[in-house]
């Protein structure tokens, strides 16, 4: 079986690759288990473009760079993927771009007398079982002015970004869940090739038949045209935030997104029969913060704007290097702590990274005085002021696009540790993240964990 090409116009950053537990592995060939070491973000290109002249050294003339649409940020992975992937189409990271040709669909509206409605092709369709009353099928056709993009667990050659639900172990490594509840074919991004490029999500993918099948267990219904909808088994919500990152922005409302792109309430249950209530006045449309969530696996949609607007990579090394030169200074061990953009790599950097008590926000390095025997780290007392708190390692926020604004790095997440601006974290504290069937929880957006429900957050306090 040939390996499945990655899409033209889809960016992934890249990172090792290894067998895992999960997606279905029969999708994944041998020859695409191959390891990378590239961490850059770049296009790939099944075919060479038409005008590439393959006689100048095969290297295509210097031409204008694709548009972006904007890019889908996994949450829970702070600027890698957190255990190597299972597939060359896994990142913690995808940009979309606009392709060398459309890949978009629209739905074929038969009319009798106009020829053109009549003789247009149908590429995909769309299958809904209907109890006593056997199957509807709705046609799609090539629409030439929009592309798509398609997202679930499969690996297959229909899927463009996979997706798997990850969990935390015992020991607080990051692992694929072997039961993920994503979609193997969870839902699609069509994209305006035309200025100002607006996206829309859509409920399902089209499999390697280029069909949609739900079932008749799925909820389904007839709408005033005719037509038939209908909403996948665990569903795929959408939350569209109010006003502008860099301005202020708040949380908006989680609601559902169906296979034919209409919005509904949320289902009482994540896998109910029972469809909510439609919203009529609101769209599909996917603006700058949205949240995308699969059941298992949330995205965020950044559009090139948005990013533009937001922390720059140099803006995200020299907030690094302030903090470093404030020379923070640990009053148990007398040593300068150095924040890192990666991992200690030996015992005498490991000594220097700065820990903290998160109830009070002192920072300190990695010390034990004050521990009482068989105290673990959960339950420590600041030596300053003697509160009772965890103390934990901070990590620096990676993902320049789970950020807010361009502030100084002032405060942590609890009880993870990340450090980033306090506008990040007073906006992630009230963002409620589905958890399983009918939880909804703030979670820290560079590694997923549930937010204290007291103290989400803290001012960091350098010594």
Known sequence: ???????????????????????????????????????????????????????????????????????????????????????????????????????????????????????????????????????????????????????????????????????????????????????????????????PYTARLYAAAFDTHSKIQLSAMAPTWSQFSGDYDGLTTNGVALMRPTGVFESGVCPGEWREVTVMGNVRKLRAQRSSRTPGDPVPEEMDILTDGCLIDLCGVTLMWRTAMGLEHGPSDTIMRERRHALNEKAPQCPVNFLTLHFRSKSAASTEESLREPWAYLRCGHIYSNHDWKAGTGEDNAHRTCPMCLVPSPYIRLELGQERGFFIDNGELTHAFMPCGHVTTERTTQYWRKVKIPHMATEWVPRCPFCSSPLDPTTPMVKLIFN
């Open 1 to 195: 079986m040939m390996a499945a090409a990655k899409r033209p116009g889809v960016q992934y950053r890249d990172s090792p690759l290894s067998k895992g537990p999960t997606i279905d592995a029969e999708d994944i060939p041998k020859d695409q288990m191959r390891r990378r070491s590239s961490e850059k973000r770049h296009s790939m290109y099944a075919t060479p473009p038409e005008d590439c002249d393959m006689n100048d050294g095969g290297k295509a003339p210097s031409e204008p760079a694709a548009p972006i649409y904007g890019e889908l940020l996994v949450l829970g992975t702070n600027g890698c993927l957190p255990c190597p992937a299972i597939s060359n189409k896994m990142s913690n990271y995808f940009q979309l771009k606009k392709q060398p040709k459309a890949t978009g669909i629209s739905p074929i509206i038969r009319e009798p007398g106009n020829s053109d409605s009549l003789l247009r092709k149908s590429t995909h369709v769309v299958a809904v079982n209907r109890s006593g009353s056997g199957q509807v099928i709705t046609e799609y056709g090539h629409d030439p002015n929009t592309d798509m993009f398609q997202i679930g667990r499969s690996a297959d050659s229909a899927i463009d970004l996979v997706v798997v639900e990850m969990v935390t172990m015992a020991d607080g490594t990051r692992a694929y869940k072997s039961n993920s509840t994503v979609s193997r074919y969870a839902c699609r991004i069509q994209c305006d090739r035309a200025p």
